[in-house]
């Protein structure tokens, strides 16, 4: 039975081996090297049979027989692939091919990423069929020139369009070509005109100083001998000292006489400071940015209108203190505090939108847990729901009583918005997330969070959460800085972000709706979204850019190449509303990408806003959890649902309606959620929506679904050094955890993390099961080797 078992598993694991049509490193390093020399032999035979292709022609037909001998430096192979492609080919054009041939060799040797070649094997044919027609026009005096398609091109556009109109549509080719491929612009060569002809004059201006003095010295020495002239008896001694030339007009400054004992004071010492050498990269740039100014990226949209806040609807007035409320409460506090024997130094209330907050300072000597445990006899005493202590306040050394007022106050998306917090704020991405219990605004950058996990039970005010987080990104942000990828599997929620499509959201190259509603589709978005990640990475690698930040400022300052692939890149913000259900119909299939996008996006500007319904551990796993510090909590039914989403209680004892929990790995901050009603997105939306708009939706790189289904291809040559010691620990502990590496090892997170997923590609351990450990597939050391020795 055991033994059944194990060849089951090895052969799924022979499976996961089998799948990759990749070549590996080690295959790419053998095709590109023959690819590279093969494109370089083809350069070598070509010019020889530049040389030698009279001479050669006649051979050609005697291929076969090896008496016969050819000139060509590549002999017979050489003179006849000259032939194809030269002569009965494109003529000279055919060196394209063959630097095509070999720049493909090359990149695959380096193992540099091929995105950019098939660009490039684009405009290459181009421009080698355009020069085949261009050097058709000279076959009457070389048929080589442009080979026998470029002839008969010549020759059929010659008799349609005529020699001018030939002409005429290779001028335009050549235009469209430099303003396609080169990006050149009449206003660009103008400005390269402009700054020659400065620099010209700069030089110009230069040498006239220097021709100046020429003149004097000319001037100087004819003086000179004009003095000498009339006395050619006088000897050289004599002549010397009257050539000297008088004081004034000497440009060397005379030694002054030294002094018989020098003070060190007295020496005068002039400073040179060595100038910073310009870089010449930053020296193009500035140029670029002086002649056009600075990359401004949003200039497509450059009419774009922000939204108003007439859009937003005002609730009502400002808070209202109810004197009598608050000493009622005060009283009840205090008399269930002295039934207790806990007596109160001093009381003082702060009224917020939604509850007050008591402070008090007890007696000295009381224990603080005492009144901790108090908690459901003031709740009794006051007869209010949602009560929560606060013991101590951190950072005040007072303790805090939450208590929810009557009367509530709606805290309108409009009063957030207008607040001189959010519209002073200088965040990346500012989220005007609804005012405090001292009613102030409360604005946080989802930038720096990185991540948000928010969870509720239903009907508490989520969606209305989500969305004064996706109205205060709509009100901050350009279309061109700011993308969002909407999942939404309830299907209502989101569905007036449709509006914005072409403006703010980002979408999968072949889905027809931007928003998400097909838990199908999730899957492919979310590894898109991964792809995109990892392609972000590559750029920033190459900018040596830390973080999107820094990679945007350099863009804009045109210290980067677009030629290079650079772009600007706009922050992504992921929302998924019930993630519940989502774990449910996909399960590791989400969890996988999210995680992984969790991990590591927070650099190049990909952020996640996850809400659910039930914040259970089999939903929030551990490693979602750890990678999103920033936590929303809005009322939830139990306490462990509480504890899962805040590490700690009191989600539980809110009062709904948008009251919520907040921390970002510190202290939790009870705040009243802004409110923005349905009509009021619906206005917004409408308003940006009617504006002109981008073609399309932003598109994110396409993916092909994978058919492992665990996205883990990982090359043999980029394994960890620890790779087989942590094979070796796995298989002996038959327990396939990052945390079992961490601790065996003393390795960090990250590195555990990668070699599972080295071991899963491998084969050794199975797919990420959650919360559970992962199964190993190989049952003892012999087996390993089996398997490691096979690849
Ligand atoms: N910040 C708020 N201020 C005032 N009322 C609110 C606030 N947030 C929510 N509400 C009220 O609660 C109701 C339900 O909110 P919402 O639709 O956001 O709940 P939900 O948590 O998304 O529920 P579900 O998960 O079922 O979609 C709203 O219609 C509104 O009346």
Partial sequence: MAKKKTRTKKSTAKKTKKISLRPNRQQKVVLGSFFMLFGLALMVAFVSFLLNWEADQSTLTQFGDREIETKNWLSKFGAAISDFFMYKGFGFAAFILAILISYSG??????????????????????????????????????????????????????????????????????????????????????????????????????????????EETDWREKMTASTKPEPEKTSEEIKLETKPPKEESPAPTPKPKPEKQDPEDVQMEVETAKEEELEENKISNKIVKDFGEFDPTLELSNYKFPTLELLQEYGGGITVDQEELEGHKNRIVETLKNYKIEIAQIKATVGPTVTLYEIVPEAGIRISKIKNLEDDIALSLSALGIRIIAPIPGKGTIGIEVPNKNSTIVSMRSVIASPKFQNAEMELPMALGKTISNETFVVDLAKMPHMLMAGATGQGKSVGLNAILTSLLYSKHPAEVKFVLVDPKKVELTLFNKIERHFLAKLPNNEEAIITDNTKVINTLNSMCIEMDERYELLKDALCRNIKEYNIKFKARKLNPENGHKFLPYIVLVVDEFADLIMTAGKEVETPIARLAQLARAIGIHLIIATQRPSVNVITGIIKANFPARIAFRVTSKIDSRTILDGQGADQLIGRGDMLFTQGNEIKRLQCAFVDTPEVDKITEFIGSQKAYPDAHLLPEYEGEESGTGVDIDKSERDKLFREAAEVIVTAQQGSASLLQRKLKLGYNRAGRIIDQLEAAGIVGPFEGSKARQVLVTDFAALDELLNEE
């Fill in 106 to 215: 090359f990149n695959l040797f380096i193992g540099r990423k091929s995105t950019k070649l098939l660009n490039s094997w684009f405009w290459g044919i181009l421009v080698m069929i355009w020069l085949a027609i261009f050097f058709g026009f000279f076959a009457e005096t070389n048929s080589l020139m442009g080979g026998r398609i470029g002839f008969e091109m010549n020759d059929f556009l010659q008799d349609y369009l005529g020699f001018i109109g030939t002409v005429f549509l290779m001028v335009f080719l050549f235009i469209a070509y430099l303003s396609l491929r080169l990006k050149l612009t009449p206003e660009m060569i103008g400005g390269f005109l402009r700054t020659k002809k400065e620099n010209l004059d700069k030089e110009f201006q230069r040498e006239k100083p220097t021709f100046k003095e020429t003149e």
